[in-house]
C-alpha cells in the first residue's frame, strides 16, 4: 500500500560480510563481489556474501599483514593513462558524456577506471575489490577534470564501486559514473563492473511534463528516474530486440541496501533464466517511486471508491499512467531496441503496485498486453468489490468486449500471511470478477495463491522466477 509495513516474518536475510570499517562507513550495507565461479544457487547475492565474509574473516585484526586487495587484484601503478582511456576522456565534451558502457575500460586482464569532477580537489574508489586500506586515490589527467586509475583482475572479475570527490574543504560527495550510468547520485546503488556482454544497469531520468497537459493540483513532481535493465548480450547482436517490462517501486527491484528485504534482485533473476534458456531474454525500467506513490498507484480505485469525490486522486494516477504511455516508453523505443507492440510491453508491481499494473492493462490494453498484479491490494480495503476491483466489472472489461480488443496475459498473486492474509478476499473477489470478463486461466491467465507468503520483497523476490517464466516464455515473441 502507500507504505510497505514491516512484516512480522524475520528477515531472510545473507550473513553480512566483514568489511573494513573504513569501507563500511562509505557504503551503506555490504557490498556484493559475485564472482564467474560462483556456485550456482537460488540466491547468488547469498552465496556472494558468503564468500566475501569467508574472505574477510581476521581482516581488522590482522592489520598490515592482509594483502590490500582480494586475490587476484592489483593496482596499477601508470604514471599516465593508456591511450584508449585518454581518447575517451578527451572525447567525452565539456559535460563528461559518454557512451554506456565505455567505462570502466577493460583491456585483457586490466580495468581502468575515469570519472569527471571538475570541482574536485581529490577523487578516491571505494570498491568491493579493495579490502582492506581503501579508499584508493585516483590520479587527476593533468589539464582536465578526469581522474583515473588502472587495475589488474583475475578472469570474469566483476565488483561494485563508488566515487567519492572531496572538495578543497574535504566535504565528500558519491560521484555518477559517467559510462556506467547504474547509479544516481548520492543514491544507494553501486556502480557495477561486470564481464565485457554481461547485463547491465543504466540510470535515466526525464521532465516529469507532457506537452499541452496541465499538472494536478498540488503534485509537485519535477522529474522521473528510472533504472534500465539490459539483458547479457545486448550490444553483441545490434539486430536483435526485445520486450519491456515496466516496474513499479523501482528502488525496490534490484539488490541494494536502500531496498526492503535486500529487493527483488531481478537483475540476478533474470541472469540466471536468461541462461538456463526459461525465458525470453527481455528489457527492464524500473520506475522509482515519489511521495505521492498511493494516489499515482491506486487513484483510480480510490476515486471509484470515493464515489467519485476524490478526484484529484484520479487525475493524479492518469498523469502517472499517461506520462509512462506517452513520454517513457517512447524515450525507452528510442534509446534501446526493443519490441514495442502491446504484446510484448508489460507493467509489474507489487501491493498498490500490483493495482497499478491491473489498472494500466485494464485501462490502456493497446500499450500493455502483459502484466503482473503481485499481492494485489484493491484501493479499498472496506469493500471487496469496491475500488479497482469495481472499476474492472463496470468499465474496463465491459470496455474490451465491445471493442473487441484481446486481453492481457495476466498474473494475479496473494500470500496468506501477515498483511497479504488480510488481502486474500480481495484478490479472490478480483479474480472472479477478471473470469466473468472473459479471463480463463491457462497459458493466459493465472491466480495463484502463494502459502506462507508475506507482504514484502523477500517474498515476491521469490515468486519472481514463476511470473517472468509466464510473462516471458522462450520463443514465444515475434520479431527477435
Known amino acids: 500500500m502507500d507504505t510497505e509495513p514491516t512484516s512480522t516474518e524475520p528477515r531472510r536475510r545473507p550473513r553480512a560480510p566483514r568489511l573494513p570499517a573504513r569501507l563500511a562507513a562509505f557504503c551503506p550495507g555490504a557490498l556484493a563481489l559475485v564472482l564467474s565461479a560462483a556456485c550456482a544457487s537460488t540466491d547468488p547475492f547469498a552465496d556472494a556474501a558468503e564468500e566475501l565474509g569467508a574472505a574477510g574473516e581476521g581482516i581488522e585484526e590482522s ?22 582511456l585518454a581518447e575517451l576522456m578527451d572525447g567525452a565534451g565539456a559535460e563528461g558524456v559518454l557512451p554506456p558502457g565505455s567505462l570502466p575500460l577493460r583491456e ?24 582492506p586500506g581503501g579508499p584508493d586515490a585516483l590520479a587527476p589527467k593533468g589539464g582536465s577534470p578526469w581522474f583515473w586509475k588502472g587495475y589488474t583482475v583475475p578472469d570474469g572479475a566483476e565488483a561494485s564501486y563508488i566515487f567519492l570527490a572531496r572538495d578543497a574543504s574535504g566535504l565528500a560527495t558519491q560521484l555518477h559514473d559517467p559510462g556506467n550510468p547504474a547509479v544516481e ?8 563492473l561486470k564481464e565485457p556482454g554481461a547485463s547491465r544497469l543504466e540510470f535515466l531520468e526525464l521532465p516529469y ?25 545486448y550490444d553483441a547482436d545490434p539486430e536483435r530486440r526485445y520486450p519491456v517490462l515496466y516496474f513499479q517501486d523501482g528502488q525496490n527491484v534490484w539488490d541494494s541496501s536502500a531496498a526492503n528485504h535486500g529487493g527483488w534482485k531481478a537483475d540476478a533473476v533474470m541472469d540466471r533464466l536468461v541462461s538456463a534458456g526459461a525465458i525470453r531474454p527481455a528489457i527492464i525500467v524500473s520506475i522509482l517511486n515519489t511521495g505521492y506513490r498511493s494516489q499515482e498507484y491506486a487513484g483510480a480505485g480510490f476515486h471509484r471508491a470515493s464515489g467519485g469525490a476524490d478526484s484529484r486522486a484520479l487525475a493524479v494516477a492518469e498523469y502517472y499512467r499517461d506520462w509512462t504511455v506517452e513520454v517513457l516508453k517512447p524515450e525507452i523505443d528510442r534509446r534501446y531496441r526493443t519490441m514495442g507492440d502491446r504484446a510484448n510491453t508489460g507493467v509489474v508491481g507489487s501491493s498498490y503496485g500490483g493495482t497499478l499494473a491491473s489498472y494500466w492493462a485494464l485501462s490502456r490494453p493497446e500499450t500493455f ?30 470496455d474490451l468486449a465491445r471493442s473487441g480488443s ?23 473477489a478480483f479474480d472472479e470478477v477478471l473470469r466473468a470478463g472473459g479471463f480463463v486461466p491457462g497459458p493466459d491467465y493465472r491466480f495463484e495463491l502463494v502459502p506462507g507468503a508475506d507482504h514484502n520483497e523477500a517474498a515476491w523476490y521469490r515468486r519472481l522466477p514463476a511470473i517472468l517464466e509466464f510473462l516471458l516464455p522462450p520463443g514465444d515473441g515475434a520479431g527477435e
Open 63 to 84: 592489520g598490515a599483514a592482509t594483502p590490500r586487495y582480494l586475490e587476484g587484484w592489483a593496482a596499477l601503478e601508470a604514471v599516465e593513462p593508456p591511450p584508449a
Open 108 to 131: 585483457g586482464n586490466r580495468v581502468w577506471f575515469a570519472v569527471r569532477a571538475p570541482s574536485a580537489a581529490s577523487v578516491s574508489i571505494v570498491a568491493s575489490f579493495n579490502a
Open 185 to 192: 547520485p548520492k543514491g544507494h546503488y553501486m556502480n557495477v
Open 209 to 233: 511534463s507532457m506537452p499541452g497537459r496541465a499538472v494536478p493540483e498540488s503534485y509537485a513532481v519535477a522529474s522521473r528516474r528510472a533504472l534500465v535493465y539490459l539483458p547479457a548480450g
Open 369 to 398: 498486453g502483459l502484466a503482473a498484479a503481485v499481492s494485489y491490494a484493491p484501493g479499498d480495503e472496506k469493500d471487496f468489490s469496491g475500488g479497482l476491483t469495481a472499476l474492472a466489472r463496470e468499465a474496463y472489461l465491459p
Open 406 to 428: 484481446p486481453l492481457p496475459r495476466f498474473w494475479l498473486d496473494c500470500g496468506t500471511a501477515g498483511l497479504d492474509g488480510t488481502l486474500v478476499p480481495f484478490a479472490r
